[in-house]
């Protein structure tokens, strides 16, 4: 019954588009985000705060899912920058 009502409550998130406030600064237009999993990149993660934030673990954990993102569509002809935003990256 609680499977039905939360079904039903969220349904229509369905279409609903995506919306892009800030993942330039966070992702699509992060360097540093983009090249992967790097040891300069986990210091910069620690050092910096771009987005007017310290949050080293949100920074790695964009890094980590970038480096996914690469190694899934390595084989792939899709580059990272084609990827579907729903697909957290």
Request: hydrophobic fraction near 40%.
């Amino acid at each position: 019954m609680l499977t039905l009502v939360t079904l039903v409550v969220y349904w229509p998130i369905t279409r609903h588009g995506f919306t892009n406030f800030d993942d330039d600064g966070y992702i699509t237009g992060n360097s540093h985000v983009k090249s992967g999993l790097t040891w300069s990149g986990l210091v910069w993660a620690f050092e910096n705060t771009e987005t007017t934030n310290w949050h080293p673990l949100t920074w790695i954990s964009h890094i980590v899912d970038c480096q996914l993102v690469v190694s899934v569509f390595s084989n792939a002809q899709t580059s990272p920058d084609q990827v579907s935003p729903d697909l957290g990256v």
